[in-house]
């Protein structure tokens, strides 16, 4: 295609430098997530190329070490390539191999060169045995599970033990209920604490779901999914390499031209970061509607007071990390949307291969990355300061007429009925309007009207 300048002070070739000018799109490169991935990708092909005796042991060895520096993140800023550029990832793959390529001849002596005469190919030797077609997919199922892994999951489990101690240290306190946003029945804080803790402990679970369902990787099918030009074992020996240098049980995919032709397991894995989602929504709006007022609305949470909330009503303070929350899982909802789009018949994936990846690590780390740090944020900033009114909720535990449910056993529905509406008409509360009527002793109506006994089954 002809010659191609290259910045003197690069590490990569003329492949780069072309996708360089010819993607000026976003200005965003791939997520160094990806980039570090295919550093772990590439030592683990050289490793095996060397093991089954295709690659010799004196170029796998520099190959290697320029991988790990790669993995290690070492190299980021030699890794331009846009994010929405070619949709097999084939850019990001020749860039990897062409740096890569360029760090082994530097360790062998032959200087900062792409190809040096008896050194380290980027396609001979880096990219041995490989294809974009497989490299690509393979390397975004590793960023991805491993950001899962080892910063999503322990911020999942951080906000569920939060959630779970304090459901445990609030189970005496007893407020309203609410339904449709009307008044309803007492539970105990500690209750509805309790529901979200174990929103938060389903969410680690599907958080390992979505792990699970990247960990069969498509390297060893090549360029279709047949593995032309590669050992019948590579495959194998690869993902268990990479299983060593994760800690995550990746294994050869089982059909490679399902892996390569579809990106459904990805699908599947965003759609458990969606639901994650949208159980933060729940807890975040949940409490930032608790926490209104503070003297004009429900106020049974006292909020910690991080920042000042207007810049004209002197005072005001607001829900501001349940607001950042109820942000993030907007963009997570709208990746998701892109991933699924992605990975859409006619899309994205197109007979053998699917040609819309890019994008599809871009946002699947990104929601990866979002939620790993709300999560981090909602404990800091909000959970670990937060408060029970206890004095509020016993008000309005007083002032609701559903009160009048534990009397329904006694008295009939219709009749408890006419009472809620007849104690709303006066401006009364049950136990005055029945104790002025003289419908019961007081005892029994003390003992009917016990909000902790209204928490329990019988």
């Known amino acids: 295609m002809g010659e191609m300048q290259v910045p003197a002070d690069a590490l990569w070739g003329a492949s780069t430098q072309r996708a360089v000018e010819n993607f000026p799109v976003a200005h965003q490169p791939v997520p160094a997530q990806v980039i570090h991935a295919f550093g772990h990708l590439k030592a683990a092909c050289a490793q095996a190329n060397g093991a089954l005796g295709k690659l010799d042991r004196k170029l796998a060895e520099p190959i290697i070490a320029a991988s790990d520096a790669v993995a290690r993140g070492e190299h ?68 991805a599970a491993t950001a899962m892994e080892h910063q999503l999951k322990p911020a999942l489990e951080r906000l569920h033990k939060t959630l779970l101690k304090q459901s445990r240290d609030w189970d005496d306190i007893i407020k309203i209920g609410r339904t449709h946003l009307m008044d309803a029945t007492p539970i105990r804080v500690g209750q509805v604490f309790s529901g979200y803790a174990e929103q938060t402990g389903l969410a680690v679970g599907r958080a390992n779901k979505a792990i699970h369902a990247l960990c069969d990787l498509a390297i060893g099918g ?16 690869v993902a268990e390499q990479l299983s060593q240098r994760t800690g995550i049980a990746f294994c050869e995919a089982a059909n490679h031209p399902e892996a390569q032709a579809a990106k459904d397991a990805f699908v599947e894995a965003s759609g458990c970061l969606k639901t994650i989602a949208v159980s933060l929504s729940k807890m975040a709006n949940d409490i930032r509607h608790h926490g209104s007022g503070p003297r004009c609305e429900i106020f049974e949470l006292k909020m910690p007071e991080i920042q000042p909330g207007s810049s004209i009503m002197p005072g005001k303070v607001n ?63 909000l959970l670990l300061g937060l408060q029970v009114n206890a004095k509020r909720c016993t008000e309005l535990i007083d002032q609701s007429l559903m009160m009048v449910t534990s009397l329904a056993p006694e008295v009939g529905y219709d009749n408890a009925a006419k009472l809620a509406k007849q104690a709303f008409e006066q401006g009364k509360t049950i136990r005055e309007l029945v104790l002025a009527e003289g419908l019961m002793p007081e005892a029994r109506l003390s003992e009917l009207l016990d909000p902790r006994s209204m928490t329990e089954p019988g």
């Open 76 to 143: 980021d800023a030699h890794f331009p390539v846009d994010i929405y550029q070619t949709g097999s990832g084939t850019s990001t793959n020749m860039n990897a191999n062409e740096v890569i390529a360029t760090l082994a001849n530097e360790k062998l002596g032959l200087g900062r060169s792409v190809k040096a005469q008896g050194g380290v190919h980027p396609n001979d030797h880096v990219n041995m045995g490989q294809s974009s077609n497989d490299t690509f997919p393979t390397a975004m199922h590793i960023a």
């Open 222 to 237: 090549t360029a279709v999914g047949t593995g032309i030009n590669t050992h019948v074992d590579f495959g194998k020996t």
């Open 319 to 381: 829900p501001v990390i349940c607001e950042s929350v109820m942000q993030v899982c907007c963009r997570v909802i709208g990746n998701d949307a892109t991933i699924t789009t992605a990975a859409l018949g006619g899309v994205g994936s197109i007979f053998e291969l699917n040609v819309a990846m890019p994008v599809m690590a871009d946002a699947m780390i990104e929601s990866i990355t979002l939620l790993t740090n709300v999560s981090n944020v909602f404990v800091d900033k």
